[in-house]
């Protein structure tokens, strides 16, 4: 111990990194994991990483290449060899980060992995290369018996002890020459984690290691070869999001606003990243994203670079490289209007689909697997792996893509068929835990104490958990044993796997219902229904995208969310930009505009009350929001990382006291509505009395309630309550016939008043009907919500009527309809029509249960017919 303080005396900086508490560190790892330790440097010479004075710095050989004579010395006998580090010396080379998903940048639990596909070009793939991880550790994690992995094109790179719990620590590991390949490319990063004192199964959920993406990526050579072709290998910026800066230097009219949009589209679709981030403006600078310059030749005129193109006659699509740190420039231009519309069908072409097939398969599995209902998949087709695990908590994940007009109810099972088995000696309350989107869908013990081998162990799955688009399944086998609670780590038996999980576990999906639920936000992130109807012909009126006060931040958030919209419909929209909802003709509406900027009608037509809405936001009108630059000290903190939020979820939390709004919520708000939390980060209030509540219950109150409860329910209370479901029934109903006859509005949502976005759509009778409103407080804090609402990782939440976004953590609370109905999408079968029919009697208990009534009362009146006809009669 004594010499241990004398040495970090002695060097300062290697204490620092020890405590966790100095700056971002490297370490440069050969294939087998352990550290490059550094021979001892004569006196004068240069530290690691400089060239002396007069002299350049040599390159450093691959490992594989490196001779005997080069062997890394033992350390000194007081230094720990598994906390020994090498400090960042000189000028790092920048890496070619990682896309977001929908999964974030979190490892969790005892065994994890996250996956990103990585396009390159041939000169990227070319030459020496090296994969980055900068990571943060959660404090429980113990380094001795914990280890992160890297793995490029399913070839493992490279390892190291996971031991950053107060820094961001960078590791590198040298990627063999050949690996990569020109196009897709799959990188995986592994974590095995181990708690540093606990062994119970609720300690596993405090084990995380958090992936900075500013600082992760692929280190390689800059792509000086990128053209059309290749332009999935543009590169993104700190948040993993693909900036796309509109080159603006006047007002547009509204056509060519459309075709600007359109060539935005375009782009998101050949960048192959879910999370588009649009500005108009100057160009973009940095070595992320791309300039995108738009519009006739005669718009386009004087633009920077342009005369590389020569004359301009017919549709162009052209890219300038990048100039003077500036990003590289598109071109999307023609001599006319129609000649830059068919510019923008080419770009939106499918682009180069080469790549290693692990780098392709993931790939088409990043955006979930598709289904369409009738199949029987088996988990290896869905990227799972069979393994081993000696631990206590086994999580299993994939991803399948629903259609986007898939009705989840209750009228049948998705089957999961599991094969495995698990070890003997398992506590009593070992179970295997199925979850669907976060919701607990099913729970099996593992009753043998003997331990079992099974093959086909069937677990039914609800259709009503499952949803339109993206769907998360998580399988858990919690796996305590009675050795557990002695936590010894050195015992014979606590390296013994305790389950076996195979790859050949299987789900079988059932038929599916075809037909889109009105309202719900599910659909149009899944399939941007209703502007692009699933399963129909694009005919009809063209959607509008309303844009009230066309600015420059609401015209960038309009275009980052089509964009989106696109990639989600899986071709460019063909949006007809206006500024007035009221105007007629057009088909499905979107309207995204600031509060102020929007009529009370556009606001009642989805269910929003304007006095309200109004009300609650006057306190932040006038707040400018200031996320500040991506990657910037102030946004990606260790905080930010600690809390595992969106890299684009980066405004500041609105504090100030809210002034209560003016007009209140129409109708009572117990029975409107049911409030979900559609992310596991959503914020949860603070326990206790809501002012607007009223006052609370006194003494007297609260005994006389819980006694009237202690004493059961009586006849007449039960009538009372039937009476009151019989009045709210009739209520609805008197309601539903007042809309359809062009009654008043639908009642309000109530409303987050921490939200600053709202996303909500109004009912339709047709699929290319209804209206999609998104709005903020301000044109700024549009933008900036937008830009969080697209995460992958907030963009799946969405669901319901309406929800409401946290962009200071990206935290979303939906609200489900009162009433849904179901709108045809395919051709009428009698197949779908049985589906759809008995998905509606279980969305409508009410009306299952009175159908019922009136088919068993038929009955008992036919057979008292018969049987009146029948036997003897006593005369």
């Known amino acids: 111990m004594a010499a241990l303080l004398l040495c970090f005396s002695a060097t300062p900086v290697l204490a620092q990194s020890f405590l966790g508490t100095g700056p971002a560190e490297r370490?440069?790892?050969p294939p087998g994991g352990e550290p490059m330790r550094a021979p001892p440097r004569p006196q004068g010479q240069a530290p690691q990483g400089q060239a002396p004075q007069g002299q350049t710095p040599q390159s450093q050989a691959p490992q594989s290449q490196a001779p005997q004579s080069q062997a890394p010395q033992s350390p000194a006998p007081d230094v720990d060899p598994?906390?020994?580090?090498?400090?960042?010396?000189?000028?790092?080379?920048?890496?070619?980060?990682?896309?977001?998903g929908f999964r974030g940048y979190r490892l969790a639990g005892e065994e994890d992995g996250l996956t990103f596909p990585v396009y390159l070009t041939e000169a990227q793939a070319r030459g020496a290369a090296k994969l980055r991880v900068s990571y943060l550790s959660a404090i429980s994690v113990a380094p001795e018996a914990s280890e992160l992995s890297g793995s490029v094109n399913g070839t493992r790179v490279g390892w190291t002890r996971i031991q950053a719990p107060g820094a961001v620590k960078v590791v590198e590991f040298p990627i063999p020459e050949g690996l990569l390949k020109p196009g897709t490319n799959a990188v995986a990063l592994t974590a095995s984690q181990r708690h540093r004192v606990d062994c119970s199964t609720e300690a596993t959920y405090e084990l995380w290691t958090q992936i900075d993406p500013s600082r992760s990526g692929l280190v390689v050579a800059q792509a000086g070869d990128l053209d059309l072709k290749t332009l999935a290998a543009i590169e993104p910026d700190e948040s993993g999001a693909l900036p796309v800066g509109v080159l603006l230097t006047e007002r547009p009219s509204p056509e060519r606003l459309e075709r600007m949009i359109g060539a935005v589209q375009a782009l998101a679709l050949v960048g192959r990243l879910a999370g588009p981030a649009v500005s108009f403006g100057p160009a973009l600078t940095g070595r992320a994203g791309v300039t995108l310059v738009v519009g006739t030749a005669a718009e386009i005129r004087g633009t920077e670079g342009l005369e590389e193109l020569g004359p301009i006659t017919g549709p162009r699509v052209a890219l300038l490289a990048p100039r003077a740190n500036r990003a590289p420039t598109l071109v999307v231009t023609g001599a006319s209007a129609a000649d830059v519309r068919r510019a923008i069908a080419t770009l939106a072409s499918p682009g180069d689909d080469t790549g290693t097939p692990a780098g392709l398969r993931l790939a088409e599995l990043a955006r979930g697997f598709p289904v369409r209902g009738g199949e029987s998949l088996t988990l290896e087709q869905l990227g799972v792996t069979s393994r081993e695990f000696n631990g206590r908590l086994l999580r299993v994940g994939f991803a399948v893509r629903f259609p986007a007009d898939f009705v989840p109810a209750d009228y049948g099972k998705v089957m999961l068929h599991l094969a495995g088995g698990y070890a003997a000696g398992l506590d009593p309350s070992a179970r295997i835990v199925v979850d669907i989107n976060g919701r607990n869908a099913a729970s099996v013990p593992l009753p043998y104490s003997r331990g079992e081998v099974f093959s086909d162990s069937a677990i039914p799955l609800p259709l009503s958990l499952w949803r339109p688009g993206l769907n998360r399944v998580e399988i858990s086998a919690q796996l305590p044993t009675t050795a557990d609670r002695a936590c010894d780590t050195l015992?014979?038996?606590?390296?013994?796997?305790?389950?076996?999980?195979?790859?050949?576990?299987?789900?079988?999906?059932?038929a599916l219902a075809r037909a889109v639920r009105s309202p719900d936000l599910a659909a149009v992130k899944a399939g941007a229904v209703p502007f692009?109807?699933?399963?129909?012909?694009?005919?009809?009126?063209?959607?509008?995208?309303?844009?009230p006060t066309p600015d420059r931040d609401s015209a960038s958030a309009a275009a980052t969310l089509a964009a989106r919209l696109a990639i989600a419909a899986g071709r460019v929209i063909d949006f007809e930009v206006a500024s007035d909802e009221r105007e007629a003709g057009g088909g499905a509406h979107l309207v995204v505009a600031p509060v102020r900027a929007l009529t009370p009608a556009a606001l009642e037509a989805v269910g929003l009350d304007p006095g309200q809405v109004r009300g609650i936001w006057e306190g932040r009108a006038e707040t400018v929001a200031t996320p500040g630059p991506f990657g910037a000290e102030g946004v990606v903190t260790l905080d930010r990382l600690r809390r595992n939020l969106p890299m684009r979820c980066a405004l500041p939390s609105f504090t100030t006291p809210l002034r209560t709004a003016a007009a209140p919520v129409q109708g009572p708000v117990q029975g409107l509505v049911q409030v979900q939390p559609a992310s596991v980060q959503a914020a949860s209030p603070a326990p206790g009395p809501d002012p607007a509540d009223g006052p609370a219950d006194s003494e007297a109150d609260l005994v006389a309630r819980?006694?009237?409860?202690?004493?059961?329910?009586?006849?007449?209370?039960?009538?009372?309550?039937?009476?009151?479901?019989?009045v709210q029934r009739a209520a609805e109903a008197r309601d539903l016939v007042l809309r359809l006859a062009g009654g008043p509005a639908p009642e309000a949502v109530p409303l987050n008043p921490r939200a600053s976005l709202i996303i909500a759509q109004g009912s339709g009778g047709r699929v290319a009907d209804g209206t999609v409103v998104v709005t903020a407080p301000n044109a700024?804090?549009?933008?900036?919500?937008v830009s969080c609402l697209v995460d992958p990782a907030v963009w799946t939440g969405l669901s319901g009527q309406a929800a409401f976004l946290d962009a200071s953590d990206g935290s979303l609370g939906t609200v489900q309809p009162r009433r849904v109905g179901l709108i045809e999408t395919q051709r009428r079968s009698l197949a779908n029509l049985r589906l759809v029919s008995a998905a509606w009697l279980s969305l409508n208990p009410g009306a299952y249960v009175a159908m019922t009534l009136v088919m068993a009362l038929c009955l008992g009146l036919a057979t008292t017919s018969l049987v009146r006809q029948l036997g003897r009669r006593n005369r």
């Open 706 to 726: 819980w006694d009237e409860s202690a004493r059961g329910f009586s006849v007449p209370a039960v009538l009372a309550n039937a009476w009151t479901g019989l």
């Open 532 to 547: 692009l109807a699933p399963g129909l012909a694009a005919s009809g009126p063209r959607p509008r995208l309303v844009l």
């Open 780 to 785: 700024s804090m549009l933008k900036a919500s």
């Open 82 to 100: 598994a906390r020994r580090t090498m400090p960042v010396i000189g000028t790092v080379a920048a890496a070619r980060r990682f896309p977001a």
């Open 491 to 510: 015992a014979p038996g606590a390296k013994r796997a305790r389950f076996l999980f195979l790859d050949r576990t299987r789900i079988d999906v059932p």
């Open 27 to 29: 370490l440069t790892l």
